[in-house]
């Protein structure tokens, strides 16, 4: 991804996807719940990569309901 900034909280996602000398990302073996998507503004989505603090936040929240 060309954006380095989490488009929920614009902290850095440490996105490795397409980084050659690292290989694979940490969200490879993530899962993300689709919901989560629509915390993306529209003009950001499949363009910009949520951070792992953002997803472990909205999968503690899902898990308090």
């Not at 000398?21 to 003009?43: Q, S, T, Y």
């Not at 936040?57 to 309901?65: F, R």
Request: hydrophobic share 30%; charged share 30%; with cysteine.
């Amino acid at each position: 991804m060309a954006n380095k900034y989490c488009p929920i909280c614009g902290e850095e996602n440490m996105c490795m996807t397409g980084a050659e000398e690292h290989g694979n990302c940490w969200c490879d073996k993530e899962i993300f719940p689709d919901e989560i998507f629509e915390l993306v503004p529209a003009e950001s989505r499949r363009k910009h990569c949520i951070c792992k603090n953002c997803l472990n936040k909205y999968k503690e929240d899902l898990n308090q309901i």
